[in-house]
C-alpha cells in the first residue's frame, strides 16, 4: 500500500514500524497506560504481555485508533496515529480478543465485509478475498456458515478478515485464546507463514509463556500501566539464572498476586475472565 510522502519520514531515515512515545491513557477512575515508551521494528514479532489490567489492550487500541492517546504520540510506519488515522487503519490488521467472526454469515461472506470496510477495490476484492481464505487454508469450508467452524478455523477466518486489505502491520490480542493445543499451533504456524511470505510486523498479546518464547523477537513485559522490562525471551531469561523459563521472568517483573488495581472499561478483572469463559464456550 502506498502512503503519501508528506505523511512519513524520509526514505533514508529508518522508520519503526510503532512508535510510542510518553504514551498515556486515564479512565476517570484510573491510570491505564502511564508514560508507555515502546519501538518495534519492521518485520518484527513484537509480545506485549502482562497480567490482565496491566493496560495491553488500551495501548494496543491507541495504537489501532480506537482510542486516542490521553498524552504522548503514537505513529505506525511514521504515520502519526492522531493526525492520520484512517491511513494508519490501512496499514494494519486487528485481530481482538473477542470474536469478530459473524456465525450468521459464510466464510467467504465475512471476508467479502471486511474488503468492503477497507475499501478493497471492486475489480481485485474477489481475488484477494479468495487467496485471504486460501492462504487460511478455508477453501473448502468458505460456502459454510462461520457458525459451523471449530475454533481453529474461527481463528483462521478471523486472520483471513486481518489480511484482506494487505496490512504492513498485523496485531494480535490474544490470538489462540480458548483453543486447544493443536490448534494453538495450527493458528501460529500460519502466522508465522504469512510473516514471512509478506514481511509483516506483528505485534501480539498472549497468556501462554510458551507462545511468546517460542515465536517472539522481543517481548515487553507491563505491569500497572508501565512497561517493566524489555528484550528478547532468551535475554530476559538469562538475566534470572541458567534455569529460569519465561514464567519466572513473568512474576519476577509483574508479581505472583492478583490484580488489586481498579478496573476500568477497557481492562477487565472478573469481567476479563467471564469474557475468556464465554470465548471459549463459544470456541468449543
Known amino acids: 500500500m502506498t502512503v503519501d510522502a508528506a505523511s512519513v519520514a524520509p526514505a533514508e531515515t529508518a522508520v ?26 519492521p518485520g518484527e514479532m513484537y509480545g506485549l504481555l502482562g497480567p490482565n489490567g496491566a493496560g495491553k489492550t488500551t495501548t494496543i487500541r491507541m495504537i489501532t485508533t480506537l482510542l486516542p492517546p490521553g498524552t504522548g504520540s503514537v505513529r505506525v510506519f511514521g504515520i502519526d496515529a492522531t493526525a ?54 478455508l477453501t473448502e469450508a468458505a460456502g459454510r456458515l462461520a457458525g459451523t467452524y471449530s475454533g481453529g478455523m474461527i481463528r483462521r477466518l478471523e486472520l483471513a478478515q486481518s489480511l484482506i486489505s494487505a496490512p504492513r502491520l ?74 529460569a523459563t519465561l514464567d519466572d521472568v513473568f512474576r519476577h517483573y509483574t508479581g505472583d498476586t492478583l490484580k488489586d488495581s481498579p478496573s476500568s472499561p477497557e481492562e477487565g478483572d472478573m469481567r476479563d475472565a467471564r469474557r475468556a469463559r464465554r470465548t471459549a464456550r463459544r470456541l468449543g
Open 170 to 243: 498485523l496485531v494480535l490480542d490474544e490470538p489462540t485464546v480458548g483453543l486447544d493445543p493443536i490448534a494453538r499451533s495450527v493458528v501460529w504456524e500460519y502466522i508465522a507463514r504469512l510473516r514471512s511470505q509478506f514481511a509483516m510486523t506483528v505485534l501480539m498479546t498472549t497468556h501462554y509463556m510458551d507462545e511468546a518464547d517460542a515465536y517472539c523477537d522481543r517481548i515487553s513485559l507491563m505491569h500497572r500501566g508501565t512497561i517493566r522490562v524489555t528484550g528478547s525471551p532468551a535475554a530476559l531469561r538469562a538475566g534470572l539464572g541458567a534455569d
Open 16 to 41: 519503526s514500524a510503532v512508535e510510542c512515545v510518553d504514551l498515556s491513557y486515564q479512565f476517570p477512575a484510573h491510570l491505564a497506560v502511564d508514560h508507555v515508551n515502546l519501538s518495534i521494528a
Open 84 to 137: 492520520r488515522p484512517m491511513l494508519v487503519r490501512r496499514a494494519i490488521g486487528y485481530v481482538p480478543q473477542a470474536l469478530s467472526a459473524d456465525a450468521n454469515l459464510t466464510g467467504v461472506e465475512n471476508v467479502e465485509l471486511f474488503a468492503r470496510l477497507f475499501d478493497v477495490p471492486r475489480r481485485v476484492r474477489r481475488q484477494r478475498v479468495d487467496e485471504a481464505l486460501s492462504a487460511m487454508g
